[in-house]
Structure formats: structure tokens, C-alpha cells
């Protein structure tokens, strides 16, 4: 059977209108409130910016078959065991017959782009260091290894298009990193987390603030394009949905 994509351009250009759009409401709320946060902080802590994107996946797991499969949305439900700390939350869990098919984060950044470039990095290296091990040491049962998908969408504006200089003093800084903006070193992060088998696609998004009105977005490499995305996920969950009809046959 074929892959079902779910028309994800399409809909990724509304969750990047929803994204932008959920991002100044919130801002608003809290000015008429008269509570100002720090930075852009007024727009994060409305929540639910990502929301967009989570629909998309909702929509490619049914239509690839899985739609009878338990999808894990509520913060009560997403935790998962791990090896080094007891449990980590998680933004979206696909259990199928038992089986853990689907753990997934989607994350967006709008701003102190360098400050939270850092933090980013250190959770998700963190946390699939600490699934993996989990999964080794049995912590989901005897499955096939589940999809493990990382979503970030970047600001694209002057400040995560500079070039930023780092320095050592006591060993150089790797070349790929030296004299490159925060969109590419995102993307570096994206390609690296895919290339040491941390995550089985990571994402990378560029969307300027006017996309609010045009859903306007950018992929930055084929590695860690929503493309390469859409196509694994949506063909892990085909897969899935064929064990699960086989495991059924007499």
C-alpha cells in the first residue's frame, strides 16, 4: 500500500499561520491583562503554538492505517520510563497494541536565539540518549524500535540570519560551526542528532513573522526537511498498521 502524505504542504502552512497567529494573541492578552512578560516570553506562555503540526501527524496516522492506534496528547498521559531519570515527558505518544510506535517533540524558537540554541541542544541529546537506553535495557517490552521525531521551527529574522563567532581558547571550535547563523546551526543539530541514530528524523523549520498572514516556511537541508519527515513517519506508522492487520491473521 502506499504511503499517504496527508496533502502536509497544505497543512503546514496552516500550522505555521496558526503558529505566528496563537504567538501574538497571546502577546495581546497579556498586554490588555497588563502583564508584560519578560521578552518574548508573553507569547510563549500562551501555549499551544505547535498545535498545528500535531494535527498534521494526527492526520498521517490515520491515513496510513493506524487510526484505531492510542495517541497520547494530555500531559497526564505522556510520560515515559527512562534509564537515567525516572520518567520524561514527552509531546506525543503513538501506542499501538501495546507497543510504543511513535514518541515525538516539537519545539519552537523566537527569539534569545544563542541562550536557548544551548538548552535545546542539551535536552534533546539528553532525552533520546535516555529513551535509547530505556529501550535497551527493555524498559517497552521486546518491540520494533519506535520513530523518535524532533520538530523545531526558528524564527527567521535578522538576528537568527547573523553569522556568530565562538571562541576556545584551549581547542578549536569544529569549522562546520565556526561563522554561521542560528538557523544553521539549528540545522547542524537537526543533521547531527539524525546522523548519530538519536532521533529517526529531525526537523528544521525557518518561518519569518509575517508568515502569519502567508504560512510561509523554509527547509534548510533534505535531511532535516519536513519532507524527510512526513515520508519516514508516515511510513513507520504504514508499517506498523501492516504488523498489526498481520498479527490478526489466522
Do not use: C
Not at 4 to 23: H, I, S
Not at 181 to 186: A, D, K, L, Q, V
Not at 230 to 236: E, K, L, R
Amino acid at each position: 500500500m502506499a504511503i499517504n502524505l496527508a496533502d502536509y504542504e497544505n497543512q503546514a502552512r496552516e500550522a505555521v499561520k496558526a503558529f505566528w497567529g496563537n504567538r501574538e494573541a497571546a502577546r495581546q492578552k497579556h498586554i490588555e491583562a497588563g502583564k508584560i512578560d519578560q521578552g518574548d516570553r508573553a507569547a510563549v506562555t500562551g501555549g499551544k503554538n505547535m498545535n498545528g503540526f500535531i494535527a498534521l501527524v494526527l492526520d498521517l496516522i490515520e491515513a496510513n492505517g493506524l487510526a484505531s492506534a492510542l495517541v497520547r496528547l494530555k500531559r497526564q498521559t505522556l510520560t515515559l520510563p527512562g534509564f537515567f531519570r525516572p520518567t520524561k515527558l514527552w509531546d506525543l505518544l503513538v501506542i499501538n497494541e501495546g507497543r510504543l510506535v511513535a514518541v515525538l517533540e516539537f519545539k519552537s524558537m523566537a527569539g534569545s536565539f544563542g541562550k536557548n540554541l544551548n538548552n535545546r541542544t542539551e535536552e534533546a541529546i539528553g532525552s533520546a540518549v535516555d529513551l535509547w537506553t530505556a529501550y535497551r535495557e527493555g524498559g517497552f517490552g521486546d518491540v520494533p524500535r519506535p520513530f523518535v521525531g524532533w520538530l523545531m521551527l526558528v524564527a527567521d529574522v535578522p538576528d537568527s540570519r547573523r553569522p556568530v563567532r565562538d571562541t576556545s581558547p584551549n581547542f578549536p571550535v569544529f569549522p562546520e560551526f565556526q561563522n554561521v547563523s542560528y538557523i544553521e546551526r539549528y540545522n547542524l543539530l537537526g543533521k547531527k542528532l539524525v546522523q548519530e541514530q538519536l532521533y529517526t528524523t529531525a526537523t528544521v523549520l525557518a518561518s519569518p513573522p509575517t508568515a502569519k498572514d502567508t504560512g510561509e516556511y523554509a527547509e534548510i537541508s533534505e535531511l532535516t526537511s519536513l519532507t524527510t519527515f512526513v515520508t519516514s513517519f508516515a511510513g513507520h506508522i504504514a508499517a506498523e498498521a501492516a504488523r498489526s492487520k498481520n498479527s490478526l491473521t489466522p
